[in-house]
């Protein structure tokens, strides 16, 4: 049973950092894309970053650039996102996303096979 399990998640206020991790098991995803999706109260789920197989292309949504890191370890299955200068719009659940297929990167939801639980992320002003 393939499982992606996220963590870090929390309350910080506006201008803190948080690090969210991801730890996939039941199937390796060193050879497939892996990202983070959020979705606020409301809204629809977007990517807030994605990384293909090897680290090499990289792709964030345009309110996170200069901010967010997003890192995997392909020892570790699994997939990292280094957050600064939090905003409270960065408010949302955060959801760590693996795709099913081999290579490319994907930046629409549904590209993404396997899903977390997802974690609360607080920006308070």
């Known amino acids: 049973q393939v499982q992606l399990v996220e963590s870090g998640g929390g309350l910080v206020q506006a201008g803190g950092s948080l690090r969210l991790s991801c730890a996939a098991s039941?199937?390796?995803?060193?050879?497939?894309?892996m990202a983070w999706f959020r979705q606020a109260p409301g809204k629809e789920r977007e990517i807030v970053a994605a990384i293909n197989w090897r680290g090499s292309n990289i792709h964030y949504v345009d309110s996170v650039k200069g901010r967010f890191t997003i890192s995997r370890s392909n020892a570790e299955n699994a997939v990292y996102l280094q957050m600064n200068s939090l905003k409270p719009e960065d408010t949302a659940v955060y959801y760590c996303?693996?795709?099913?297929?081999?290579?490319?990167?994907?930046?629409?939801?549904?590209?993404?096979?396997?899903w977390g639980q997802g974690t609360q992320v607080t920006v308070s002003s």
């Open positions: 996303a693996a795709a099913a297929y081999a290579y490319g990167l994907g930046t629409q939801a549904r590209e993404y096979t396997y």
């Open positions: 039941g199937r390796t995803f060193s050879s497939n894309a």
